[in-house]
């Protein structure tokens, strides 16, 4: 008799536990991201308007791209997490300069454009599970005998500084001992306009932007890809350091689209008249379609 009372006793306490974790845990006041969202019924979002085709502005003078689809779905699952049947969106432009201020300020929820995983820049801000991979590259002119970083010496390449591939330039020169100019442009549009007027030899960027600006040229014949890849830059949004919960949801939305594979119908939305994703990108989808 004893034991059978020390048995329900037992059960009836792990009950008592198990709901008052529970009820803690809904208890929980929102704090962080989901709490701004949850006030003002939007989530911000942080785009690039000249990162052709991961984040830009499109005909129609929307923000539009790869990231940008992908960072509409981790909204709409955010909206889901708070209880509303349809979130808000609000697109806040944001530069290569001061998208880490907008994301720490708190002016936007999320950047979503093509900022590349680090740990210097886990300093200041976090990232959410990878997006994309891509790698620093050479756009030149059609026919130069620049093939890759070697083929730079006594010539000048155009970059545009505080990027990866800024720093993985200057590293690549100095370990191939290349004496090269290197010239600052502002962006993208820069990079190219002084590649086509010849003063530079060569623009160095992200090799899949650097695709972008090839598609979206005046004359694309006029230019070609350095078949050399002198970097590794593993694409992730940017988001407040320490907000597990809001992470969360956006890790959650991205492994959702890995595991079901509709991130390779986005892919080839934006990619599909560039080719097919890479095996590389194909195992980081992979890698990152974490299990619920």
Known sequence: MARRISYRVGVLLGVCLICQAALGYAADPLVGTLK???????????????????????????????????????AAEAGKALGFERIDIQFV???????FDAVVSGKVDIECATSTITLARMQKVDFTNM?????????????????????????SVAVIPGTTTDRALREALTKSYVNAKIVEVADHGAGIAALEAGKVTAYASDRVLLIGLLVKAKNPDSFELAPEQFSYEPYGFMVRRNDADFRLVANRTLAGLYRSGEVLNIFDQWFGKLGKASPGLISMYIMNATPE
Do not use: H, W
Request: aromatic share 8%.
């Open 36 to 74: 701004a969202i949850k006030d003002r019924k939007a989530v911000v979002i942080g785009y690039v308007k000249d990162a052709y085709p991961m984040s830009f502005v499109g005909p129609d003078g929307q923000p539009s791209g790869y990231s940008i689809q992908l960072c509409r779905a981790i």
């Open 93 to 99: 432009p944001v530069t290569l300069e001061n998208r």
């Open 131 to 155: 997006t994309f991979l891509s790698g620093g590259s050479l756009l030149i002119k059609k026919g130069s005998a620049i093939r890759n970083i070697a083929g730079l010496v006594d010539e």
